[in-house]
């Protein structure tokens, strides 16, 4: 019986946990060589704070209805996931997912000390370093690790800026935005102000820049060319959320291993009657995931990509006035693809005995699922990069 065979016998199964296909460890180990059956981690960043709560909800614990007499979703609107919990009707694509056995939830991730700042908050995720921050992103740091030499293309952020997830000692990472347009801006531009008539006299800061004029020039040129040969073979919706992006550099064969998207403009942060724009955002979200992950399928590079999501904080418990919510801490975190083991993880807290300005007391060191993406998936020692031990959860078969 194949897994999803099994899956769909045994319906939505609130603990059910089932070994996926993945990638083997002497594959995993050989990711640093950037061969084409490397280990590859997409993080999309839903910023602004998601609201877990009406995300995947509790409709079993008669507190969540407590706290959210208003904005709280009735059973009988939520998409069927297991007896205690359901998807908001919104993430049709993120619970076809879950029937399929591409699907984890982590539940309440976060960290000790919160801090309620979007910006600081963030930095924290990015760096993996709470309520002190670190010079390099953690994504930064795994690229360090997964090639202590190689330079090019082995960290590609699609955005309009550089995030500090993907801050490296060693690897310049590439940031674009639109693939057809994508250049550095500025000096890189003018090499001829970098040209010298003796080679023999080029400095050692002069031959560095050459370099990365040079590496950017080729590698600006792979990206269009990926886009332009690229046709996305699935449906990512109405916002596909740069993923058709990444998906085209996975089936143009480039090496890059880490890939970085966000949510743009804060969206998620969702003060003010969340209901309805909750539900549009979520939507665009899990439409994009869905079809990504359908499209890595169909080029057959599905057993070499997960993607995991997250926020830089979650919503507190009780909706405010405005029917929203305002800023909290405990929040779930989603992997998706075939490797992910399917399934709940880590401890669901708990919605009464709220603490610190009534908020959701975390369960889960969200560090926790970065060493299990780190050393269970991409094959390199978590301590090294999280700089600590982080007890790691089984996502992965």
Known sequence: M?????????????????F????????????????????????LEMSGGNDG???????ADDNYYRL??????????????????????GLRGVQRLWQQGDLAVVHGCGYAKPSYSHFNSMAYWHTAAPNRGDE????????DQLAPSRR???????????????????HTPLVFDDPNRFQRNGWMNNTADLQVENTDEISANQAFLLAVSES???????IRQAWNDYTPGADYGVVPMDLPKVAACISAGLPTQLYHVAVRNNAFDTHVAQSALHQRLLSYVSDAVHGFVSDMQRI????????????????????????????GSSNIMLLAGAPVQAGHFGEVPSLVGLQDGDNIQYTTDFRQVYASVIEDWLGVKANTVLNGDFTRLGLFG
């Open 68 to 89: 959210r007499p208003q904005i709280g979703i009735r059973k009988d609107k939520l998409l069927a996931m297991d007896e205690h919990f359901g998807f908001n009707p």
């Open 2 to 18: 194949k897994r999803r065979q099994l899956l769909q016998g045994l319906g939505g199964f609130a603990g059910l946990q089932l």
């Open 152 to 170: 090019e293309e082995m960290l590609i952020n699609v955005g309009t800026s550089q995030s500090l997830a993907v801050k490296s000692k060693l």
């Open 20 to 43: 996926a296909p993945s990638l083997s460890a002497s594959a995993r180990a050989t990711g640093s060589q950037g061969s084409a059956d490397s280990p590859i981690l997409v993080v």
């Open 136 to 143: 390099f992103g953690w994504m930064g740091r795994v690229a």
């Open 216 to 222: 950017a020039k080729s590698s600006s040129s792979r």
């Open 300 to 327: 057959g590079q599905g057993h070499r990509v997960v993607v995991m999501l997250h926020s830089e904080f979650g919503r507190r418990p009780m909706e405010n006035a405005n029917l929203g919510t305002d800023h």
């Open 53 to 59: 709560l009406n995300t995947v909800v509790p409709f």
